[in-house]
């Protein structure tokens, strides 16, 4: 699957309609974004059950805003509608295939169960 690129119009019917998620937050003026941009698209072509995202931070401050981005490159990492994962700076590919594979073993029956259960407790 193509690396998708994510605008305000789309973003949400993305996260919302896929279970596996990852945004890779850049702007076109940032060497890292640049550089980690060719693995980035590698690893997509390896993971056809994931969807590759792109929010361009220039064009879309609204949505780097809403998720607080505050440096760029920065990988977040949905799995069904929940942040998993967000973490400024590019990865070795190496580095990148071991975060896809724990995001992909994460048992998100148990997360959802936290996310929960830590709802129902009372503010302390």
């Known amino acids: 699957m193509a690396v998708v690129e994510l605008t305000k119009d789309n973003f949400e019917q993305t996260i919302t309609q896929n279970d596996?998620?990852?945004?890779?937050?850049?702007?076109?003026?940032?060497?890292?974004?640049?550089n980690f941009a060719p693995t980035y698209e590698k690893v997509s072509e390896e993971y056809p059950d994931v969807v590759f995202a792109?929010?361009?931070t220039e064009e879309e401050?609204?949505?780097?805003?809403?998720?607080?981005?505050?440096?760029?490159?920065t990988l977040m990492i949905f799995r069904e509608k929940v942040i998993i994962f967000s973490q400024p700076g590019?990865?070795?590919?190496?580095?990148?295939r071991q975060l896809l594979e724990k995001a992909n073993?994460?048992?998100m029956t148990e997360v959802h169960k936290?996310?929960?259960e830590e709802k129902d407790q009372p503010d302390a």
């Open 54 to 56: 792109k929010v361009n």
């Open 114 to 116: 936290q996310i929960s």
């Open 90 to 96: 590019a990865l070795p590919e190496g580095g990148f």
């Open 61 to 73: 401050q609204e949505i780097a805003m809403h998720f607080q981005i505050r440096s760029i490159p």
């Open 20 to 34: 596996f998620v990852i945004v890779d937050y850049w702007a076109p003026w940032c060497a890292p974004c640049r």
């Open 105 to 107: 073993e994460l048992d």
